[in-house]
């Protein structure tokens, strides 16, 4: 089994900052990447960042230049620095990890329990 932990979430007033964090454990022989997806409330999940094992990083347009997705790749662990909130930032923040259980075992999408960011106004 495979366990992804999101911790960090809570209230912040616009302006403010955030740090979440992700931690993947378990039956894990590789990871390729882990990232952060976030779901506004009538809304669908959406890509917000996501970083590979080599560092390559990814960010949803709405996002660049005011939050980074910081790794640390000895202990499964991605984070979600978010600077600049704003009350469009409100969501449910979910983490993925894409992970190989085994050598030469297909990659498969791992998901947290996710982690609610509210931001006022």
């Known amino acids: 089994q495979v366990y992804v932990v999101e911790s960090g979430g809570g209230l912040v007033q616009a302006g403010g900052s955030l740090r979440l964090s992700c931690v993947a454990s378990?039956?894990?022989?590789?990871?390729?990447?882990m990232g952060w997806y976030r779901q506004a409330p009538g809304k669908q999940r959406e890509l917000v960042a996501k970083?590979?094992?080599?560092?390559?990083?990814d960010y949803t347009d709405s996002v660049k230049g005011r939050f980074t997705i910081p790794s640390d790749n000895a202990k499964n662990t991605v984070y979600l620095q978010m600077n600049s909130l704003k009350p469009e930032d409100t969501a449910v923040y979910y983490c993925?990890?894409?992970?190989?259980?085994?050598?030469?075992?297909?990659?498969?999408?791992?998901w947290g329990q996710g982690t609610q960011v509210t931001v006022s106004s």
């Open positions: 993925n990890a894409l992970v190989a259980r085994y050598r030469w075992a297909p990659l498969v999408g791992y």
């Open positions: 378990g039956s894990i022989f590789s990871i390729d990447n």
């Open positions: 970083v590979t094992t080599s560092g390559i990083t």
